[in-house]
C-alpha cells in the first residue's frame, strides 16, 4: 500500500516501530528518505538508561566495584563514577548506564544520574547550577534568573539552547525532567528486584531539535510507545510541535508501508546508484572507510554533484565513523572548490559532527596518500 508523505518541505518524517523486546526508530526526509535507523533492545540497555544492582565484588587492581545488574554481564563501576565513594559490598544501587556493554565487557556506570532535557540537565546528586559557556550575556543576571527555577538542594546545567528559550518553556522543560527523576527514584524504592528501572533517552528528542524537527510528522505502529512519544513531544512543545498519529493497517508493517526496509537492505548493499548515472562504492576497514564514485562513462562533475548529498546520506545511514576517504571521478581543468563547499554543507545536517578536512579534486596524488577530494570525519561509534 503507498503512503502519502508529508508536504513540508522543511518536515521530517519520524517512524516508531515497537516490537517484543525491542524497539526502532527510523528518521527520514520530508521525501520519505531514510537518513538514520536506531534499534533500542531492552535486555542490553543503552547510554542513559536507569538500572537497581547491587554491588557484587571489588574489582581486582582498580578502585572499582562490578554490581549485578539481575542479567549478565555485570557492571564496572569506578570510584570517580560514585560520589562519595564506592558502596559496601552487597549494597543495592541506583545506577546509570555511562557506555553500553561490548560483547561479554559490562556497562561502564555512575551513580552521579543525569537527565538531559531541551534547555536543561538535570543532575540531582550534584546540587547548584552549572553554565554552558556558550550562553551569551551578563552570566551574573543570567544566573540570578536560572537560580530562581530551582528547588532548595536541586542541581541542573544551563544549556545553550536556554538563551532563546521563554519561562514558560523552561519551567515545563524542568517540570518534564523532574517528572522522570522522580519516576525513577519510586520504581527503586518499590522494588528489590535487579534489572532495568527506565530505559536510555530515544533518538527521538535528539531527531526533534534538528531543522524541521518541530514540523515533523511521528507514526507510531499498534504497539505500546504511542502515550511516551506524545509526551516527551508535548514536553518538548508544550501548545504544540509535531503531529503524532498511530499507523492502523494491520495488513502492511509501518517500516514496510514507508519503504523503510527496502531502503535498510540498500545500505547493506557494498553500493548505491548515483541518480542521473554513476555508481558509489563504500568500503570499511578497521582503519579508514572508503568511498569511490565510478562516474560510469558520465559528466564527471554532473555525477560528483549529484553523489554529494547520497555520500552525505549514506555517512549517516551506514554509521561510518572515523576517516572517512571519498574519491571523486577526475575530471579536466582545475579543482573545483564548489564541490568540496557542497560536501561540508551536507555533512553539517549530521549531529555526529562530520568534518571536511580538505580535498584537492582531480590532483594525482602519491602512494599511501588520501584520494581526492576529502576525508570527513565522523566521531568513533
Known amino acids: 500500500m503507498a503512503i502519502a508523505l508529508p508536504s513540508d518541505p522543511l518536515g521530517s518524517l519520524i517512524l516508531v516501530d515497537d516490537g517484543p523486546g525491542e524497539t526502532r526508530w527510523a528518521l527520514c526526509d520530508a521525501q520519505g528518505a531514510l537518513r538514520e535507523v536506531v534499534l533500542s533492545r531492552a535486555h542490553r540497555p543503552e547510554a542513559g538508561a536507569c538500572l537497581a544492582g547491587r554491588v557484587r565484588e571489588r574489582v581486582p587492581g582498580h578502585a572499582a566495584v562490578f554490581v ?3 542479567a549478565p554481564p555485570w557492571g564496572f563501576l569506578a ?3 560514585a560520589a562519595g565513594g564506592l558502596p559496601p559490598l552487597g549494597t543495592r544501587v541506583l545506577v546509570q548506564v555511562l557506555r553500553p556493554a561490548v560483547e561479554t565487557k ?4 555512575t551513580l552521579a544520574l543525569s ?3 531541551r534547555f536543561w ?7 547548584g547550577l552549572g553554565m554552558s559557556t556558550k550562553i551569551p550575556g551578563n552570566r ?4 540570578a534568573h536560572f537560580e530562581s527555577f530551582l528547588a532548595p538542594g536541586e542541581g541542573v546545567i544551563a544549556r545553550s539552547e536556554i538563551a532563546e528559550a521563554g519561562d514558560d518553556a523552561l519551567q515545563a522543560d524542568l517540570e518534564a525532567l523532574r517528572t522522570l527523576a522522580a519516576e525513577v527514584a519510586r520504581r527503586f524504592s518499590a522494588t528489590s528486584n535487579l534489572g532495568l528501572l527506565q530505559e536510555a533517552p530515544s533518538p527521538l528528542a535528539a531527531w526533534l531539535e534538528e531543522p524541521g524537527g518541530a514540523q515533523a510528522r511521528i507514526v507510531v505502529d499498534s504497539g505500546g510507545r504511542f502515550p511516551f512519544v506524545q509526551a516527551l513531544v508535548h514536553a518538548r512543545f508544550p501548545g504544540g510541535g509535531p503531529q503524532v498519529t498511530v499507523h492502523h493497517d494491520p495488513a502492511t508493517a509501518l517500516f514496510e508501508a514507508y519503504g523503510v526496509e527496502a531502503a535498510l537492505e540498500e545500505a547493506l548493499e557494498p553500493g548505491v546508484a548515483v541518480p542521473g548515472g554513476g555508481f558509489v562504492h563504500f568500503a570499511e576497514t578497521q582503519a579508514v572507510s572508503a568511498v569511490d564514485i565510478d562516474a560510469q562513462g558520465q559528466a564527471p562533475d554532473l555525477v560528483a554533484q549529484a553523489a554529494v548529498p547520497l555520500i552525505a546520506r549514506h555517512i549517516r545511514l551506514r554509521g561510518l565513523a572515523g576517516q572517512i576517504v571519498i574519491d571523486f571521478p577526475r575530471r579536466r581543468g582545475p579543482p573545483d572548490p564548489a564541490l568540496v563547499t557542497a560536501l561540508a554543507e551536507a555533512l ?9 578536512l ?4 582531480g590532483r594525482p596524488r602519491r602512494s599511501g596518500a588520501a584520494p581526492s577530494p576529502a576525508a570527513p570525519l565522523s566521531p568513533a561509534a
Open 121 to 127: 540537565v538535570l543532575t540531582p546528586g550534584r546540587p
Open 358 to 361: 580538505g580535498g584537492d579534486p
Open 106 to 109: 559490562g556497562p561502564k556506570l
Open 68 to 70: 549485578d545488574l539481575g
Open 348 to 356: 553539517a545536517q549530521d549531529p555526529a559532527g562530520a568534518r571536511v
Open 79 to 81: 570510584a570517580e563514577d
Open 140 to 143: 551574573k543576571a543570567l544566573r
Open 115 to 117: 537527565w538531559p532535557g
